[in-house]
C-alpha cells in the first residue's frame, strides 16, 4: 500500500514541478522522463501478480524521491544560477554523458554532493524501458548562499568529488598506489607504518587513505577552476579543521592547492595526474584567466567576460578584490558600510556571470 502510495505522491509532485515556468528545457525533460518511469512502476507494482521484483521496485521509488529532492530548489527563486551555469561549464569537461546540475538549497552550514546511483539508471532501462537523457549532478548548499557566489566556490570541491566517483579516480589510484605503498600523506602514519601493520588494522588505515585522497582530489578540482577562492574560502569556513579519519587537516589541505596553484612538485599531485591519464581523462591544470576587475569593480560596474576561463577567474578574482576591500576599501568603496562591500561584490559577480549567459544564449539563437 505504502509504495503505490509513495510512487503517486511523487508522480504528483513532479507534475506540479512540471508546470512551473522557471524550468530549463533540460531540466523539462529530466521530469518529464521521471514522470514516465514513475507511471511505467506505478503500472507494474499495481498488476496482479506485481509485474516487477518488489525489491526493486522500492529501489527505484528511493532514488526517485532521492532525485526528485534535487529539484524543488531548482527555480529562479532558489537556484544560483549564475554559480550553477560556471559549474555545468566546468562538469562538461569531464565525461561524455549529458550532464544536468541540480539543486537543494538546505537550511544548514554545509555543502556536499550526491552521486547518481548507476544500478538505479541501468534497472530503468533494463525493467521499464525508459532511458534518461541526462545524469545528474546533485549539488546541496546553505540557503544563506544562494544568492552569494562567492560564498559559493565550495560547490567546485563537491563537483570534484562527482568527477571522483564517476571516474573511479580514487579508486584507481589505490591499485596503482596502494596505502601500503605511498605516496605518503599528511598526518597519516607513513606508508611503511601501514604496510606494517595487522591486517585488520591495514583495511581500516586503507579506508583512511581513500577518504583523504578523495579529499584531496576535489580541493585539486576547485583550485583548478576557482583558483584561490578555493584556498581563501576554505581557509575561513573552517580556517584549524583538525585531521579526521574522513578528513585531513586544514593545514594539509592548503599546501596542496599552494602547491598546484604555484607549480610546486607534489607527489600527490603526480600521483593524481598518472591516474588520470591512465583514466584517459584531462589532467589537472589551472582552468581559469583572472579578469582585470579592480576597474570595472572600483566603479561598482560589472566586468566583461570573454570565455569559460574568465568565468571561472571571476571567482578568484572577485575573492580577491572582496578581500582586498573588506581590509582596506578605496574610492567609492571607502564609504561602503562592510555588509554593503560584501552583498556588492557578490552581485557584480552574478551580473558579470549573468551578462556572460545572455550574451552566449543570444550567440546560440543567431547562430544555430
Known amino acids: 500500500m505504502l509504495l503505490k502510495a509513495n510512487l503517486r505522491l511523487l508522480l504528483a509532485q513532479l507534475d506540479s514541478l512540471s508546470e512551473t515556468p522557471y524550468f530549463t528545457s533540460q531540466l523539462d525533460t529530466y521530469i518529464r522522463e521521471l514522470r514516465e518511469v514513475l507511471r511505467a512502476l506505478l503500472s507494474k507494482v499495481a498488476a496482479q501478480p506485481m509485474a516487477i521484483n518488489e525489491g526493486l521496485a522500492h529501489f527505484i521509488a528511493r532514488e526517485v524521491w532521492r532525485l526528485t529532492q534535487f529539484l524543488t530548489g531548482s527555480t529562479t527563486k532558489q537556484i544560483p544560477y549564475e554559480v550553477v551555469y560556471a559549474i555545468g561549464k566546468a562538469a562538461a569537461e569531464w565525461g561524455a554523458r549529458r550532464l544536468l546540475i541540480t539543486t537543494a538549497i538546505v537550511q544548514e552550514a554545509n555543502f556536499y554532493f550526491h ?67 605511498g605516496p605518503d600523506l599528511p598526518d597519516l602514519p607513513s606508508s611503511e607504518e601501514i604496510a606494517r601493520a595487522p591486517d585488520e588494522k591495514r583495511k581500516a588505515w586503507t579506508q583512511v587513505v581513500k577518504s583523504h585522497r578523495a579529499e584531496y582530489f576535489a580541493d585539486l578540482i576547485s583550485a583548478a577552476y576557482v583558483g584561490e577562492a578555493a584556498h581563501g574560502f576554505l581557509g575561513e569556513f573552517i580556517p584549524n579543521q583538525a585531521v579526521s579519519s574522513s578528513h585531513p587537516s586544514s593545514a594539509s589541505r592548503y599546501q596542496l592547492m599552494s602547491d598546484f596553484l604555484s607549480g610546486k612538485p607534489n607527489p600527490i599531485l603526480d600521483m593524481f595526474q598518472q591516474t588520470l591519464s591512465t583514466r584517459g581523462l584531462p589532467a ?85
Open 115 to 181: 552521486g547518481s546511483s548507476r544500478e538505479f539508471f541501468n534497472s530503468v532501462e533494463r525493467e521499464l524501458g525508459i532511458k534518461i537523457s541526462h545524469q545528474p549532478v546533485q549539488i546541496a548548499l546553505p540557503y544563506i548562499y544562494r544568492h552569494k557566489p562567492l560564498f559559493c566556490v565550495p560547490l567546485f570541491h563537491e563537483l570534484g568529488h562527482f568527477i571522483d566517483t564517476s571516474n573511479d579516480v580514487v579508486t584507481t589510484s589505490l591499485f596503482s598506489h596502494p596505502e601500503n605503498v
Open 284 to 368: 589537472l591544470a589551472v582552468r581559469f584567466r583572472l579578469p582585470d576587475v579592480d576597474d570595472t569593480f572600483g566603479n561598482v560596474r560589472p566586468c566583461k567576460l570573454e570565455s569559460d576561463a574568465d568565468i571561472f577567474g571571476a571567482f578568484a578574482a572577485g575573492w580577491g578584490f572582496l578581500s582586498r576591500m573588506n581590509n582596506k576599501p578605496t574610492g567609492l568603496w571607502a564609504s561602503l558600510p562592510v555588509e554593503d562591500i560584501e552583498r556588492v561584490t557578490n552581485d557584480l559577480i552574478e551580473k558579470s556571470i549573468r551578462n556572460r549567459m545572455i550574451s552566449e544564449g543570444w550567440d546560440e539563437a543567431t547562430n544555430p
